[in-house]
């Protein structure tokens, strides 16, 4: 199979395409300057689309997918900048939650989103564990309070457990979801974040609220052996990032202040 394929009587030899290729793995054909691809281009190739995507005139077929085989883009859809600036803004960490499971469709919806976070090299290298089950949640939540016990941290969230099960940990959040990829990822702490940031922001447009698990991920992150086995991740494989999910018990009413912007201008 070739890796592009021009369809010449739709092609205006624009060279766009060839611009946006990411690695200049398009050059131009000697008989009439059509996009082609240069001989080393199937070995270095990273999969982005963007020579497709990108084609006003829908010339170009990539990998034997053509036009129609990408998403649709309503530019009707997207947010005015002072929608998407209230949207970022209006986005909180969610520590109480309602006592209603979330819909495994709603996060099967927002793992199907994460999917276009950008990552290194296009390697799309997250992997996800989620933790759908409450009562696996809960299971999860002591394992960290033991490990809180055995090393003497947040010694308040540990008595709020062993008096009445109160949970300091995860919030009362309904589910988990875990990031995690291969040790053999390029980048993977950074791309699992970046696929984290894409499901938390995707969570805040559907209703969902979220919050970064960051005392449970101290436990992991330490090498807790009882809270890493009872994942049960594939081998060579380590968690990057946590977000506890569920509806929020409360609706804000405003958005709140934050430091001034601390930027270097050059």
Not at 27 to 44: H, L, M, N, Q, T
Not at 45 to 56: E, R
Not at 82 to 103: C, G, H, N
Not at 226 to 243: F, K, S, T
């Amino acid at each position: 199979m070739e890796l592009i394929n021009v369809d010449r009587s739709k092609c205006k030899r624009d060279g766009i395409c060839i611009s946006e290729c990411p690695f200049s793995l398009i050059g131009e054909s000697e008989d009439g300057g059509y996009p082609v691809a240069r001989k080393a281009a199937p070995r270095i190739c990273i999969d982005c689309g963007h020579c497709l995507a990108v084609c006003p005139h829908g010339a170009l077929t990539f990998k034997g997918q053509g036009p129609e085989s990408c998403l649709p883009l309503d530019r009707k859809l997207n947010p005015t900048p002072e929608a998407a600036a209230q949207f970022l803004r209006s986005r909180r960490s969610i520590r109480t939650y309602k006592d209603k499971p979330v819909p495994r469709e709603v996060l099967e919806q927002l793992l199907d989103i994460s999917r276009w976070a950008p990552s290194a090299k296009n390697a799309q290298p997250t992997k996800w564990l989620v933790i759908e089950s409450t009562a696996e949640v809960r299971r999860l939540i002591g394992l960290v309070v033991e490990w809180l016990r055995e090393n003497g941290s947040f010694p308040g969230v540990v008595a709020a457990w062993d008096l009445a099960e109160r949970d300091l940990v995860l919030r009362g959040a309904p589910h988990l979801v875990i990031a995690y990829a291969s040790e053999k990822a390029l980048k993977p702490e950074i791309d699992c974040t970046i696929a984290l940031t894409y499901l938390d922001l995707a969570a805040h447009g559907m209703g969902v609220g979220t919050c970064w698990a960051g005392i449970f991920l101290g436990a992991i992150f330490n090498n807790y052996l009882p809270l890493i086995e009872a994942l049960g991740l594939p081998e060579n494989h380590r968690v990057h990032g946590a977000l506890m999910l569920g509806y929020p018990k409360y609706r804000y009413q405003r958005i709140p202040q934050r430091k001034a912007t601390d930027a270097i201008w050059r």
